[in-house]
């Protein structure tokens, strides 16, 4: 039960440790994600220090599927991410290795008096990290205490005796517990623990080290099921990349451990060294093939058909391409892309009525090939300025509208998606009244949509007036429905009380995106000098 209790306290913890880390750090760990430079040293930092904030590799590797999945990411740019979370998951065993048991307690009473006095959110959020770091220290002091008890144990030490003699054993038994605990940490420390009270040596822990370097992947792996090609991709690449550093090792594990051992006295510190050791080597090692790694892996997972079928249809990247085709091509494209955006637009007003999960990944799955035209029609259109050496006025118009468009998606997928999720959590309801105003409201966005996309295609003036007269109209009925809200407000009807907050934030979300669409019928009219009004924006 010792035992037990220790490894508790020390994955929840660890769990807490990285609550606090990633509240210190915002937004900027997906932020840092999408900004991915191809260099991979850079890419190796990042790995580092990502898997620092959410102190498990595997977290890590998880958010890295999800952004292959949609498409923000590739396979070549997250490749040097992979090996910096290997290096960045021997910190924390770095830190445990330290000897701080006895710190525990009093690390973590510190952290919770600073918690429980200030108000300053940094402050609170630094001190939540103290007492996870506290948790840690106590779990490994509860499992040494326990160990002396095992040391009499006979069942527990034939248990021992049998993964000595059998290293695979050995490696696929703690890879399974890595993975099932989703942190190498808790066997490491636990190896830790072992080798401290003298039942386990450095030699016979590196197949632990092996196993939980293995087990690491078991995340990413599980994250990986239903994603599509590069997601997939992402993920067995994380576990290549662990078996390959194993095999790498296996055959020099003896002369390793010696070496190891040479550093300094302490079979614990030993175990820590070693697991940093092996992981950095490595990663020198397999930094160099990174290219020829991922273009091996992206044979080894292609595309499925169905995967093959979405993407750009009309953008066709031949050289020499005539200015006007070129841009015929990405104008149909943005056509194809705005189709998407109106049909996510026209949804969600059903994620208001019932709670529907699959049309939320519906949704979801749609931004998604937004996202990917929004690059590829982007990408399309910088490049055929950069070939004619610069941008025309029709060039610079277009990408601006499809800007409009995937900010448009973004909307639907992350506002109106997440009000949706707080009104059926809730089980609320809008008022009748109210649901008659948000539905009127939803049909005139819709309206605009389409009447937008007519105007962009054909480059009507006329259409163009009545677009920016309907996103006018808009405006008006959003301050009349606003008022009235009020008005029911102060009348106290419970509906309203309880869905204000959602009902305003929703009519706000729909006129930014019939904003948004009227945007283009602007520089239809630019020859009679139409100027948008910048507070409608």
Same mark, same amino acid.
């Given at each position: 039960?010792?035992?037990?209790?220790?490894? /508790?306290?020390?994955?929840?913890?660890?769990?807490?440790?990285?609550?606090?880390?990633?509240?210190?750090?915002?937004?900027?760990?997906?932020?840092?994600?999408?900004?991915?430079?191809?260099?991979?040293?850079?890419?190796?930092?990042?790995?580092?220090?990502?898997?620092?904030?959410?102190?498990?590799?595997?977290?890590? +590797?998880?958010?890295? /599927?999800? $952004?292959?999945? *949609?498409?923000?990411? #590739?396979?070549?740019?997250?490749?040097?991410?992979?090996?910096?979370?290997?290096?960045?998951? +021997?910190?924390?065993?770095?830190?445990?290795?330290?000897?701080? +048991?006895?710190?525990?307690?009093?690390?973590?009473?510190?952290?919770?008096?600073?918690?429980?006095? =200030?108000?300053?959110?940094?402050?609170?959020?630094?001190?939540? @990290?103290?007492? !996870?770091?506290?948790?840690?220290?106590?779990?490994?002091?509860?499992?040494?205490?326990?160990?002396?008890?095992?040391?009499?144990?006979?069942?527990?030490?034939?248990?021992?005796?049998?993964?000595?003699?059998?290293?695979?054993?050995?490696?696929?038994?703690?890879?399974? @517990?890595?993975?099932?605990?989703?942190?190498?940490?808790?066997?490491?420390?636990? &190896?830790?623990?072992?080798?401290?009270?003298?039942?386990?040596?450095?030699?016979?822990?590196?197949?632990?080290?092996?196993?939980?370097?293995?087990?690491?992947?078991? =995340?990413?792996?599980?994250?990986?099921?239903?994603?599509?090609?590069?997601?997939?991709?992402? *993920?067995?690449?994380?576990?290549?990349?662990?078996?390959?550093?194993?095999?790498?090792?296996?055959?020099?594990?003896?002369? %390793?451990?010696?070496?190891?051992?040479?550093?300094?006295?302490?079979?614990?510190?030993?175990?820590?060294?070693?697991?940093?050791?092996?992981?950095?080597?490595?990663?020198?090692?397999?930094?160099?093939?990174?290219?020829?790694?991922?273009?091996?892996?992206?044979?080894?997972?292609?595309?499925?058909?169905?995967?093959?079928?979405?993407?750009?249809?009309?953008?066709?990247?031949?050289?020499? /391409? &005539?200015?006007?085709?070129?841009?015929?091509?990405?104008?149909?494209?943005?056509?194809?892309?705005?189709?998407?955006?109106?049909?996510?637009?026209?949804?969600?007003?059903?994620?208001?009525?019932?709670?529907?999960?699959?049309?939320?990944?519906?949704?979801?799955?749609?931004? #998604?090939?937004?996202?990917?035209? %929004?690059?590829?029609?982007?990408?399309?259109?910088?490049?055929?300025?950069?070939?004619?050496?610069?941008?025309?006025?029709?060039?610079?118009?277009?990408?601006?509208?499809?800007?409009?468009?995937?900010?448009?998606?973004?909307?639907?997928?992350?506002?109106?998606?997440?009000?949706?999720?707080?009104?059926?959590?809730?089980?609320?309801?809008?008022?009748?009244?109210?649901?008659?105003?948000?539905?009127?409201?939803?049909?005139?966005?819709?309206?605009?949509?389409?009447?937008?996309?007519?105007?962009?295609?054909?480059?009507?003036?006329?259409?163009? +007036?009545?677009?920016? !007269?309907?996103?006018?109209?808009?405006?008006?009925?959003?301050?009349?429905?606003?008022?009235?809200?009020?008005?029911? $407000?102060?009348?106290?009807?419970?509906?309203?009380?309880?869905?204000?907050?959602?009902?305003?934030?929703?009519?706000?979300?729909?006129?930014?995106?019939?904003?948004?669409? &009227?945007?283009?019928?602007?520089? /239809?009219?630019?020859?009679?000098?139409?100027?948008?009004?910048?507070?409608?924006?």
């Amino acid at each position: 039960m010792i035992l037990l209790g220790g490894v /508790v306290f020390f994955m929840y913890g660890m769990t807490m440790a990285s609550e606090y880390l990633q509240k210190i750090a915002a937004n900027r760990v997906r932020q840092l994600m999408t900004r991915l430079a191809d260099r991979p040293m850079e890419a190796v930092l990042v790995g580092i220090f990502l898997t620092i904030l959410l102190q498990s590799s595997g977290a890590v +590797t998880s958010l890295l /599927v999800d $952004l292959g999945s *949609a498409g923000v990411v #590739n396979l070549s740019q997250v490749m040097g991410v992979i090996i910096g979370t290997a290096v960045g998951s +021997t910190f924390t065993v770095q830190i445990i290795s330290l000897n701080f +048991t006895k710190f525990g307690i009093p690390l973590f009473i510190a952290g919770y008096l600073v918690f429980f006095i =200030t108000k300053r959110r940094v402050i609170k959020n630094t001190a939540g @990290v103290f007492m !996870g770091f506290g948790l840690i220290f106590f779990g490994l002091e509860m499992m040494g205490i326990a160990m002396n008890e095992f040391k009499n144990n006979q069942l527990f030490l034939d248990t021992l005796t049998y993964l000595k003699n059998s290293p695979v054993a050995a490696i696929f038994l703690t890879a399974f @517990v890595t993975g099932v605990a989703h942190s190498s940490a808790v066997i490491i420390g636990f &190896a830790m623990t072992l080798g401290d009270g003298g039942l386990l040596n450095l030699h016979d822990a590196m197949f632990w080290i092996y196993g939980a370097n293995i087990g690491t992947t078991t =995340t990413a792996l599980i994250a990986a099921i239903g994603a599509n090609n590069v997601g997939r991709q992402v *993920a067995w690449s994380h576990f290549f990349y662990k078996v390959g550093s194993v095999l790498l090792f296996l055959f020099f594990t003896d002369a %390793f451990a010696t070496w190891v051992q040479a550093w300094e006295p302490g079979i614990g510190r030993d175990i820590a060294n070693a697991h940093t050791a092996f992981n950095i080597i490595a990663g020198i090692a397999f930094l160099p093939f990174i290219k020829i790694a991922s273009k091996y892996i992206e044979k080894l997972f292609p595309p499925t058909k169905s995967e093959r079928e979405f993407g750009p249809k009309f953008i066709q990247r031949n050289a020499g /391409v &005539a200015s006007t085709v070129a841009y015929a091509q990405a104008l149909r494209e943005t056509l194809r892309m705005s189709d998407i955006v109106v049909s996510m637009v026209k949804d969600s007003i059903k994620l208001l009525e019932t709670d529907n999960p699959d049309l939320v990944d519906d949704v979801h799955a749609r931004d #998604n090939k937004v996202d990917i035209l %929004f690059r590829e029609i982007k990408s399309f259109l910088v490049k055929y300025s950069d070939d004619s050496g610069h941008f025309n006025q029709q060039t610079i118009e277009l990408l601006s509208f499809v800007t409009d468009l995937e900010s448009a998606a973004d909307i639907v997928d992350k506002n109106i998606v997440e009000l949706s999720a707080k009104k059926n959590e809730l089980k609320l309801e809008f008022s009748h009244q109210g649901w008659l105003e948000l539905s009127g409201l939803h049909a005139v966005v819709c309206e605009t949509l389409i009447l937008s996309m007519s105007c962009l295609q054909l480059q009507d003036k006329s259409l163009a +007036t009545q677009v920016i !007269g309907k996103k006018r109209e808009l405006r008006a009925k959003e301050r009349i429905m606003r008022e009235s809200h009020l008005e029911r $407000l102060n009348q106290g009807l419970r509906e309203s009380i309880n869905t204000s907050s959602i009902h305003l934030e929703l009519l706000s979300n729909y006129r930014r995106i019939a904003s948004l669409f &009227a945007n283009q019928a602007y520089s /239809v009219l630019a020859d009679n000098k139409v100027e948008p009004d910048a507070q409608n924006q």
